[in-house]
Every structure is written in C-alpha cells, then in structure tokens.
C-alpha cells in the first residue's frame, strides 16, 4: 500500500469483535462471533506490529503511531513507514480495525 501520505493523519481504531493476549513474548490476535472464536483466523504480531497494535486506539493519528514506533524501534522513517502501511493494509483487508471518521 502506497499512499499519498494523507493515511499518516487519519485514525483507526480495532474493531470490537477482536481479542488480542500476550503468550510467551508473542501478540495473537482472534476474531470472535458471537461467543465463538475464529480459530480459522489467528493472527501472529510480532513486536513492532503487537507496537503498532496496541497503539491503535481511535484517537492517535497513523503519524504520531509512526513517530512512537521510531523511538522505540531500531530502522528509521523509510523502514517505519514501508512496514506500518503494509501492517494497516492487512488489518483493514482482514477487517480487524475500521478507519475513525
């Protein structure tokens, strides 16, 4: 996903039906309908993306998460935002978070 850089100040926030633990160091993310998980449909975060994740909270923009996400990790901007928009592509096409209108 290559964007004209307007996805840096919008917001998204995880949809509802999502559960997310921590195992072992690891962040898995499970849908959930009804009461009923999808175990069809597990998602393995590594660390910048459990980052990411955790970040996603409706109100910070994908640009202050960008900023975070350099300071905390080692590669720079390029990397940050290469990995970021590739990471908020999957989510959105696996309908795990919504764009915050």
Same mark, same amino acid.
């Given at each position: 996903?290559? $964007? @004209?850089? !307007?996805?840096?100040?919008? $917001? =998204?926030? &995880? &949809?509802?039906?999502?559960?997310? !633990?921590?195992? *072992? +160091?690891?962040?898995?993310?499970? /849908?959930? &309908?009804? &009461?009923?998980? @999808?175990?069809? !449909?597990? =998602?393995?975060?590594? /660390?910048? *993306?459990?980052?990411?994740?955790?970040?996603?909270?409706? !109100?910070? $923009?994908? +640009? @202050?998460?960008?900023?975070? $996400?350099?300071?905390? =990790?080692? +590669?720079?901007?390029?990397?940050?935002?290469?990995?970021?928009?590739? =990471?908020?592509?999957q989510l959105l096409k696996e309908g795990l978070i919504l764009r915050k209108e």
């Amino acid at each position: 996903m290559h $964007t @004209d850089g !307007r996805i840096w100040s919008e $917001t =998204f926030v &995880k &949809k509802e039906d999502i559960v997310h !633990r921590s195992i *072992a +160091g690891e962040t898995i993310l499970v /849908p959930v &309908k009804g &009461k009923l998980a @999808d175990m069809q !449909r597990i =998602f393995a975060l590594n /660390p910048v *993306a459990a980052f990411v994740w955790n970040q996603l909270d409706g !109100r910070k $923009t994908l +640009g @202050d998460i960008r900023s975070e $996400t350099i300071s905390h =990790f080692e +590669g720079g901007q390029g990397q940050a935002d290469a990995d970021i928009e590739e =990471f908020i592509a999957q989510l959105l096409k696996e309908g795990l978070i919504l764009r915050k209108e």
